[in-house]
């Protein structure tokens, strides 16, 4: 066998004496021939198969050999020849598509990518198609153009049909392979899995769709089932009306058009053809039909639409009038709502606008602005009390067109004044008579007046409605029932008025007052609770006096005492004429309520107050409560006493500890017995270093700890017990000397230096406490070493709780002053500190904040402005210079020009000029910052860049076209605000027309 870069050569052992020599073969020599030269490939070898390999693709070869035996070397054979080939590659797949025009399918395929050796060449090409039955056949004969060497072949659909006996849209499947001039063939291609399908004419194409397109009609359709060939022409024909003639329009529907194939919609101008020459009038619907082609032919012709939009017209007058919009009218604002048009009077087209025109008291016709398609219409600056006209017409694509009719008379009304001149009086003795002058009906008629009259809480309740009379009358009995309430004898009655015209309610009148009335009620509630004169768990004594609350005007004649046990309800217990004492008999542990009522010759008032008692009596006196120290922790124990009641329960213990001075003191920081924990264990442990807290007890070794204590229940506390029977002597807190020694020293027994290592670092030393005295009688363990920066209100830990005897602070700041102090902690808690000592460093001043940029009103100048830093690096150091810089356009920082201010008033300004020689434009917000240096030469940060402030400004934009409307006996001149360029108006300039010498 063969290939491109090897070739295996085989040969049989001979057998025969005749060949053998009649002796056994010992060896072969194998050579081959190249360029006239013979070369060993096997020297001596008894193999009979040899790989030649590494040879040149297209090269021939020559080979031949011979045989040993005992005796010798036979003779070489004849030479045989070899090329160094294969067979081609195999070819891609191949490719088809249907024929625009034609639609035959159209097969190609590229060469092998290996022709099987360098020197050879493809001589032949076999292309073969697949049958419907499954069976490939020779396709070659079929080829009706182009030829298979140059890789080609167009079948037509009647060939495909007849001899593949293939259905339209089945797949064209076909497959080629390729012979070199070696004449090997290559392998077959793969079978394509894609590509044309055998095609036929275009399905029936649905309905096409009519809609408006303005001052034309669009006719739509949408692509048929091409069949697998594409669509190369449309056909749309359309109604001559009446005729059943359908004609093409092929300047504006042109279906060979590629832009009309493409889009799949022409339009159709509605004057001309469809009107002129097609003989359509407006609101018809045109009839079209359409079909399309492709190779094969034609389709089957649509269905003709005879739907879709219709001729549009101009608007025509509408049928309705505009009227009031009740809800939004008001005052010199007149709204009218537009109503809604017909299909036909739209002339079936969209409006575009709506012209309004209306008269004024039977004038002439005024033409309002423009106010698009909104069908809600507003006139401001209405003449109040005037009767308006209002017509409109409708624009739609083809013009304006005709004005409805005028509207009904709207009147410009606004709701009424207030009414004026209040009075009032008594109309009889029963009786007050309210009155006031007419409000201004504001164009409109007075129909209702109502009064609202002042109740007992201050509010305003309405009391009359009436009509358009100006004066009312009301009992008062009336007044002094709810919701008024006004029954204390000599009451003031303050009313206030309101008018209703067709436009709603105007405003309130201001409040006026009215003649005092005298009023008999049953008498208002007893102030004040019965009071409990004394009560122990089983009775109680309840005390009631005479009521300082009204009589209602009529004298008290009774009392009512009424009692509650355990929040239930309220009974009597007793009723009399008289103040009273009433002894009752209790349930201990049971809760009661007290109250009382009075009463007149109306009846009796509400009740009192309650006032409510637990029948019980105070704790007994506690037992001597017990101390005990133990690792820094005192604890104070005490048994509970009777609690007073059944059921009553201990709510609180107070627990007193005897001062240095021999007084005593609760502090309840440390032993609260008010709380779950001590009322539930009936104890209380705390440090015993408080106890030596100079404010509070200021107890030291010498003393004991004393403590009584007193027991509360919800009545009251108990009498102190008795004091601690053998009380624990003190153990204190490590003592600290008055003022700290900045020395080293080993005599102290709390002493610390200072030393300044550098101008960033200071390091600090202390000794140890070492008596008794000194270190409160246990062992010292630990250390708490703090600083701050002179002036802060706040320390810093550097040793929080070691036993070091020493420490370095880095990264002092330079210029600064720092200060330190220390103490030492034993089991019962931290000495106190020792005096500071400080030392100065330095640093840079603070950063400043972000400037601050205004527009000058005056000339539009941009003022920037800048504060102090809170801090200028050091005490003594001042601030020596300023830099500001602002960002240029490109963003670079660069120095501003400052026209006015100077840096010492912290103030630069920068004309809008300037600002724009660094490239900055109209709306360009102008960004700074700014660092100062103080007198040791240390720059600060630059501030944050500002994020607002003082932009770019320019002239302001083009004003709009100013608006004049009737203002009476006046023209008022409106305009809008321009654009004002990010500098405040100044001033406006209107100027008026003067006919004789122009512009004023």
């Known amino acids: ?118 020197s050879l060449t493809i001589t032949a090409y076999e292309l073969q198609v697949k049958h419907e039955n499954g069976n490939y056949l020779d396709a070659s004969s079929y080829c009706q153009e182009g030829s298979l060497s140059l890789r080609q072949c167009t079948i037509t659909k009647a060939n495909l049909a007849t001899n593949y006996v293939l259905a339209v849209g089945d ?36 309905t096409p769709v009519v809609t408006d397109a303005g001052l034309k009609l669009r006719i739509t359709w949408t692509e048929p089932t091409t069949n697998y060939a594409p669509i190369k022409a449309y056909k749309i024909e359309i109604e001559n009306k009446g005729t059943s003639t359908y004609v093409l329009d092929t300047t504006n529907c042109d279906g060979t058009n590629s832009q009309i194939i493409s889009n799949k919609y022409c339009e159709v101008p509605i004057a001309t053809p469809l009107i002129a020459t097609y003989s359509y009038a407006a609101f018809d619907n045109i009839k079209v039909k359409v079909s399309a082609q492709n190779g094969i032919g034609w389709s089957t012709v649509s269905d003709v639409c005879s739907t879709g939009a219709v001729i549009t017209r101009i608007p025509s007058a509408p049928s ?100 004026t001149s209040l009075t009032c009086a008594y109309d009889s003795t029963v009786n007050i008579k309210f009155s006031w002058t007419a409000a201004a009906a504001n164009g409109g008629t007075i129909s209702a007046n109502k009064v609202y009259i002042k109740d007992i809480n201050g509010n305003y309740v309405e009391a009359l409605t009436l009509g358009s009379v100006t004066e ?97 309800a309220f009974t009597q217990i007793i009723e009399t004429n008289s103040v009273w004492t009433k002894d009752e ?103 015993t270093s408080a106890l030596t807290n100079s404010v509070n007890f200021n107890l030291d070794s010498s003393d004991s700890i004393v403590a009584r204590i007193r027991a509360k229940n919800e009545r009251d506390w108990s009498t102190y017990s008795d004091a601690t029977i053998s009380p624990p002597e003190m153990h204190t807190t490590p003592v600290t000397q008055p003022s700290l020694t900045i020395v080293v020293s080993n005599s102290a027994r709390m002493l610390f230096t200072t030393r300044k290592l550098s101008s960033k670092n200071i390091a600090i030393s202390w000794t140890t406490p070492t008596t008794d005295a000194q270190t409160g009688r246990d062992p010292i363990l630990g250390y708490n070493l703090q600083y701050r920066q002179v002036g802060a209100s706040s320390w810093i830990d550097l040793v929080t709780d070691s036993l070091v005897n020493s420490h370095t602070l880095s990264g002092v700041n330079s210029g600064t002053n720092y200060e330190f102090r220390i103490r030492s902690r034993n089991v019962n808690g931290w000495s106190s500190f020792s005096s500071s000592t400080s030392q100065v460093a330095s640093t840079a001043p603070s950063t400043l904040s972000p400037i601050s940029s205004i527009i000058d009103k005056t000339n539009a100048n941009i003022i920037l402005a800048w504060g102090s830093p809170t801090s200028t690096g050091g005490t003594g150091l001042t601030i020596t210079s300023t ?31 300037n600002a724009k ?56 001149i409106t305009w809008t605000e321009p654009n004002f360029n990010n500098a405040p108006i100044t001033a406006y300039k209107i100027s008026i027309w003067n006919n004789n010498a122009g512009p004023a």
């Open 320 to 419: 309705s009038v505009p009227t009031k919009n009740t809800a939004l009218t008001t005052g010199t604002t007149v709204v009218v709502d537009l109503p809604s048009l017909t299909t036909d009077e739209t002339g079936r087209s969209t409006i575009t606008e709506y012209s309004v025109i209306y008269t004024l008291n039977g004038g002439g016709e005024v033409t309002m602005p423009s106010q698009g398609t909104s069908t809600q219409i507003t006139l401001t600056g209405a003449t109040l009390g005037g009767v308006y006209k209002f017509k409109y017409a409708a624009r739609n694509v083809h013009g304006l067109g005709t004005y409805s009719s005028f509207s009904a008379d709207i009147k410009a009304v606004d709701t009424p004044a207030a009414p």
């Open 1 to 118: 066998s063969a290939t491109e870069s090897q070739i295996v050569l085989t040969w049989t052992t001979p057998t025969a004496a005749s060949e053998t020599g009649g002796s056994s073969i010992t060896g072969y020599n194998l050579q081959y021939q190249l360029s006239g030269t013979w070369t060993d490939l096997l020297a001596d070898s008894l193999v009979t198969t040899y790989t030649h390999t590494g040879l040149s693709s297209g090269t021939e070869y020559a080979y031949r050999y011979r045989a040993k035996n005992v005796h010798g070397w036979s003779s070489y054979i004849t030479s045989v020849t070899f090329t160094a080939c294969s067979a081609p590659s195999q070819p891609a797949a191949i490719t088809s598509l249907v024929a625009f025009d034609d639609a035959d399918v159209q097969i190609t395929w590229s060469a092998p990518t290996n022709k099987g050796g360098n």
């Open 883 to 913: 830099e500001v810089l602002v960002k240029h356009k490109n963003g670079e920082w660069v120095t501003p020009t400052c026209e006015e201010g100077n840096y010492d008033q912290r103030v630069c300004t920068v004309t809008q000029t």
């Open 171 to 206: 797949l064209i499947v076909a497959k080629v392979r390729a012979k070199n001039s070696k004449n090997l063939w290559s392998e077959w291609s793969a079978p394509n899995t894609v590509g044309a399908q055998l095609p036929d004419a275009p399905a029936k194409m649905a």
């Open 585 to 687: 008999t209790l349930t201990s542990g049971q809760t009661y309520s007290f109250r009382y009522r009075v009463r007149n010759a109306i009846g009796y008032s509400e009740a009192s107050p309650s006032v409510t008692i637990k029948a019980m009596t105070v704790p007994v006196k506690p037992s001597a409560p017990t101390a005990s120290i133990s690792s820094g922790t005192t604890t104070i124990e005490w048994s509970s006493p009777y609690s007073g009641g059944v059921g009553v329960s201990i709510t609180q213990y107070q627990i007193q500890i005897k001062k240095k001075d021999t007084s005593w003191l609760e502090d309840t920081s440390i032993c609260d017995g008010s709380t779950s924990t001590a009322l539930t264990t009936l104890k209380c442990s705390f440090s």
């Open 472 to 568: 009312g009358i009301i009992a008062m009995s009336t007044l002094a029932a709810s919701p008024y309430s006004l029954s204390t004898s000599g009451e003031t009655v303050y009313f206030k008025v309101k008018s209703t015209n067709e436009m709603g309610d105007g405003p309130l009148t201001s409040f006026t007052s009215c003649a005092a009335i005298n009023m008999k009620t049953i008498p208002s509630a007893p102030t004040s609770a019965p009071t409990i004169g004394s009560y122990t768990e089983t009775s109680a004594t309840v005390n009631w006096v005479a009521s300082t609350a009204s009589n209602g005007g009529l004298a008290f004649t009774n009392y009512k005492v009424e009692m509650a046990e355990g929040g239930g």
């Open 917 to 972: 020689n660094i490239g900055l434009e109209t709306g360009d917000l102008l960004v700074a910052k700014v660092k100062v240096k103080n007198s040791a030469n240390i720059w600060s940060a630059y501030s944050t860049p500002n994020t607002a402030g003082g932009k770019i400004a320019a002239a302001p934009a083009k004003m709009t076209t100013p608006v004049v409307t009737d203002a009476g006996l006046k023209l008022r």
